[in-house]
């Protein structure tokens, strides 16, 4: 059984910084790109934020993310790890864990994880 199981969140002034980390199990993790997903309180959909190819490392950010997020994954523990500097209160969003098996065309989410930004 495929699980995604986040961790991290929590209460941070704006300026602060949060670690979250994504941690995989029920499937070869190291053959797949992730990514992190967010819900902002009041949107209908949730945005993408950031994700990490296989091999080479290649990341991509959302434009309102770059310079301040950095992902990162470590195939040895089966986990990508998201961090959050300098973080403003529109960054306030549930924050999930996300990957696409595409020849079975299957999304996988993560039960994601609360950050909170005050102003």
């Known amino acids: 059984e495929v699980q995604l199981v986040e961790s991290g969140g929590g209460l941070v002034q704006a300026g602060g910084s949060l670690r979250l980390s994504c941690v995989a199990s029920?499937?070869?993790?190291?053959?797949?790109?992730i990514g992190w997903f967010r819900q902002v309180p009041g949107k209908e959909r949730r945005e993408g934020v950031s994700?990490?190819?296989?091999?080479?490392?290649?990341?991509d950010y959302a434009d309102f993310v770059k310079g301040r997020f950095t992902i990162s994954r470590d195939d040895a523990k089966n986990t990508v790890l998201l961090q959050m500097d300098s973080l403003k209160p529109e960054d306030t969003a549930v924050y999930y864990c996300?990957?696409?098996?595409?020849?079975?065309?299957?999304?996988?989410w993560g039960q994601g994880t609360q950050v909170t930004v005050s102003s």
């Open positions: 996300y990957f696409h098996k595409v020849l079975i065309n299957r999304h996988y």
């Open positions: 029920g499937f070869t993790f190291d053959r797949y790109p």
């Open positions: 994700c990490i190819s296989i091999s080479d490392g290649r990341s």
